[in-house]
């Protein structure tokens, strides 16, 4: 999970400074690898390396929106909806901290994938640093497959 200070004015004046949470559990990055032809590690190595620079903004558009919610008062709950069942992200995109922190990820690729680390599951990406940051073939449909890639398997 990403903890993300940002520092912004409202649409009243008010200058604000405000905690905003970011994170992929195992069951959406399953969702993923699943809605990306090729798997989501895959689609990660395309934005990264793409020449086209809306693709890149729009896939990682995609990924801040997936991930962002609200801890739980007793943290134990990573919420992506309210109690309406509208998703959170959708009033996060429409405030001025939304176009803060776009505008300071997207400075460049290297950023970008930093996000991405940070707001992966842990045991995913310690297992993926563990076998020189390499993912488990795309192959695996369920998300308990989600592992370090290991080549003598």
Known sequence: MLKKTIKYEDYLGNVRTEDFYFNLSKMELADMQMAVEGGFNVFLEKMVNADNKKEVYNAF?????AAYGEVS???RYFLKKDKDGNKLSDKFRQSPAYEILMDEITENTATIADFCKA????AILDAANANDGKFAPQDHKKPENLRAYDPNK
């Open 61 to 65: 558009i995609e990924i801040v929106l």
């Open 73 to 75: 008062d007793d943290g």
């Open 119 to 122: 707001v992966m599951p842990k």
